[in-house]
């Protein structure tokens, strides 16, 4: 009897939370949502315009650049480059149902 507050969790994934009260004569079901991966972006810029964008190695375009949606908790490798310019390079997690903004300042080579 009481407030609950109920979740699932699978392969290191958890639902979203739900909200229930239970009256001890009353019982009820509960239908629990499974647990999915949360999918976020990445808002990437750069001081140069059309420097190259590559998450794990994979070419996605240029700056500036949103990314299309990404498992969320997972690390990417993403490199950034431009003809002229060294190369940077970070590793970046996407928020699930969010934007992250990734600011990048390409350094011209001597």
Do not use: F, I, P, R
């Given at each position: 009897q009481g407030f609950h507050i109920i979740s699932t969790r699978q392969?290191?994934?958890?639902?979203p939370l739900s909200y229930l009260w239970i009256e001890d004569e009353f019982p009820q079901e509960v239908n629990l949502a499974v647990p999915q991966a949360g999918y976020g972006r990445l808002n990437i810029v750069s001081n140069v315009v059309g420097a190259q964008v590559f998450i794990d190695d994979v070419c996605i375009g240029q700056t500036p650049l949103i990314t299309e949606e990404l498992p969320a908790k997972h690390d990417y490798r993403l490199r950034i480059f431009h003809k002229g310019y060294g190369m940077v390079?970070?590793?970046v997690t996407p928020k699930a149902n969010?934007?992250?903004?990734v600011s990048v300042k390409l350094k011209k080579k001597k």
């Open positions: 392969n290191g994934q958890e639902s390079t970070k590793t969010d934007l992250v903004n």
